[in-house]
Every structure is written in C-alpha cells, then in structure tokens.
C-alpha cells in the first residue's frame, strides 16, 4: 500500500530540515518503506481537504489506504510498530523507547518552540528582551538532565530506537541558537543522528523541493 504524507510545498527554514516531514521521511527510511509526498501550500493546510486528514491544518501528514494520522509523535509510533528497525523486541527496552518518544514531545520540545516563538513572532516586542533569558533558562533546564541521563552512550536507551529518532529530531531545531553547543555530548548525539543514512537520504529528499533556486542564494 503506498504511503503518502504530505509536507510543505516551500518550508521556511529554506531546506534545512526543520520542517517536522523530515522526522517522518527519516522514520520511513530507517523502516525501508517507500513513500510518495504530497506538497502544500500555506493556504491549502487551511482548506477542508487538507483539514480533514489534520484538524489543526498542519503538516506532516501521513496516509496509508484508508487509514489517515496527524502528529509526528504517533506517526513515528506507528511507523515503528509495523516495521522492524526502530523499536527493540523486548517488551521493557519497547516500552522505554515509547517513553523517550514521549519525553521528546512533551518535555523537551515544548520550551525549544516558545524559544522559537519568542525570537521569530515575538521578537519586535517592546518586553521580548526582558522576557528571553528566562525562555533560554526554560529550554536549558530539561537540557542539564537529559544531558546527565545520557552521559557517554551513544543513545537514549541501548540500540538506536524511535526514541531517539524523535529526540535528535526536536533537539534540531535548537542549533541555530547556540544553546545545543552548551551541552557538548547531545550536541555530538544530535550528529550521530543526522550521521545515519537513513537521516541523509531524508534530509536531502526534503533538501531537493526546499533547496532555494541559485539566482535566490
Ligand atoms: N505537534 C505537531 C506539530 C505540527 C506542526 O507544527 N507543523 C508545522 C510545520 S513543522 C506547520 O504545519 N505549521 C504551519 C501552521 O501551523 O500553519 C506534530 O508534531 O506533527
């Protein structure tokens, strides 16, 4: 059955990867599942075409026969539960990677977007400068200990798993601002990460509709 998601038809981070159809992409070719892409617009993400696979008009999202999901989070699960290669046999070591994935959403990537809200959206505001060092102090607290817990493993739990993919995925998003390098050993996790070919073969899949035209570099 082909698999079909659906990711924005120009990202704004211009291809660098950002853009939550990457973790998809990187879930389906770590699984060796092929899969076909669907571009949209801004304004088609409103639409009720788009809104009926996702209720909050977003993308990525992910259509297999007649089954239709919205959410990375659970996209990457299911991903993970029909195909071998990103969740481990053992039901604990399972169980414990469905966390990590979970840590990732819930815990880690919400301060990273309310950091990134406050510099892109927020940024012109008279309070922005007042209130960012504590948005920076929200993203870095969750930071200290998930640094501790990893220590000097190379991943979350033994083997790689959807955890991790999920993890580095959100982990991402923070290195234009600096604050990744603060923590040396995710800042060399997050590089295992994108080491991967599945990561490569993702990355460049969305690199090749969001890359800017030469005249526009
Ligand atoms: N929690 C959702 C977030 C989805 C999301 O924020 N998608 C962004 C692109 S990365 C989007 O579609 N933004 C456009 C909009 O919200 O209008 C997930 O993990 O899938």
């Known amino acids: 059955m082909t698999i079909t998601i659906t990711a924005f038809e120009r990202s704004p981070d211009g291809g660098k990867g950002l853009a939550r159809d990457t973790r998809v992409r990187w879930a389906l070719e770590e699984a060796g599942q092929p899969y076909a892409v669907r571009l949209v617009s801004f304004r088609a993400m409103k639409e009720p075409a788009h809104l009926a696979l996702h209720p909050f008009g977003q993308i990525p999202t992910y259509e297999e026969g007649d089954l239709a999901l919205f959410e990375t989070g659970a996209i990457v699960f299911h991903i993970a539960q029909r195909h071998a290669g990103l969740l481990p046999d053992d039901a604990n070591a399972r169980a414990r990677a469905i966390t990590w994935m979970f840590a990732a959403v819930n815990t880690v990537e919400p301060p990273i977007l309310e950091l990134v809200n406050a510099r892109i959206v927020e940024g012109d505001q008279p309070w922005s400068k ?36 999920m993890m580095v995925s959100v982990l991402l998003r923070l290195r234009p601002s600096g604050i990744l390098d603060e923590f040396p050993n995710l800042a060399a996790y997050v590089a295992r990460g994108e080491a991967r070919p599945a990561y490569q073969r993702a990355f460049a899949a969305q690199l090749a509709i969001n890359a800017p035209a030469p005249s526009q570099r």
Do not use: K
């Open 130 to 165: 007042e209130r960012m060092p504590m948005v920076v102090d929200r993203v870095r607290h969750p930071l200290r200990q998930l640094s501790v817990r990893l220590g000097n493993s190379d991943w979350l739990d033994d083997a790689f798993s959807a955890g991790d993919l």
